[in-house]
C-alpha cells in the first residue's frame, strides 16, 4: 500500500507486520492514503 507522509511529503509503501505505521525517513505517524488517478465511470439504472 502507497501512503503519503504529511510532513516530509515523501511516498512511502508501508509493511504493517515489519516496522508498523511510521514514515521511514523521518518518523512521522500521520499518513495518507494515495488515491488513484483512474476516475471509475459507473452508470445509473
Known amino acids: ?6 510532513r ?8 504493517y507486520e515489519a516496522m508498523g505505521i511510521r514514515c521511514p525517513y523521518c518518523g512521522h505517524r500521520i499518513l495518507i492514503k494515495q488515491r488513484p488517478t483512474l476516475v471509475k465511470r459507473v452508470e445509473a439504472v
Open 1 to 6: 500500500m502507497v501512503y503519503y507522509c504529511t
Open 8 to 15: 516530509c511529503k515523501r511516498l512511502v509503501e508501508i509493511d
